[in-house]
Every structure is written in C-alpha cells, then in structure tokens.
C-alpha cells in the first residue's frame, strides 16, 4: 500500500487498488476503526472510501506473514 500514511481533507476519498500482478492475489481491508465493513479487493479492482470527519484512521490488510497497515489523516481544511 502506497502512501501508507495519506492526508486528506474532510469530503475526499481514497481509493486503495489492488495493482498485484497476479489475478489469484486478493486483498481484505479492515478498518481498525470501524469505519467501513472488512473489505475484499480482488484484482484490478478498488475500494473507495470519503471521509467525512477529521482525525487520524488506521488500516490494515491481514496477510501472509506481517500484515500491511497504514493511516489516513484527515484534516478539517
């Protein structure tokens, strides 16, 4: 996942995208906010999300070995 660590502002989305090279590589994507549901992306496929109140949210992709985290600050302006 790149940039692990995005800011935004409130009202903006962001997009995270499977870019794997391989069709048989799916990712799920937890909120540890609980902000969305856990989401599955397959292969060239995406999940957008808006944030709609500042803070800092994390994230993380469960996985083979070390999981992926990242989090989204979001600002008021």
Do not use: H
């Not at 990712?27 to 969305?36: A, F, N």
Request: with cysteine.
């Amino acid at each position: 996942m790149a940039p692990k660590t995005p800011t935004i502002r409130v009202g903006e989305a962001l997009n995270w995208i499977n870019l794997q090279r391989s069709p048989m590589v799916t990712y799920t994507l937890v909120s540890e906010d609980g902000l969305w549901e856990n989401q599955t992306i397959g292969y060239g496929k995406k999940f957008k999300y808006t944030f709609t109140t500042p803070g800092n949210y994390s994230y993380y992709c469960p996985g083979y070995g070390n999981p992926m985290r990242g989090t989204v600050t979001v600002t008021a302006t």
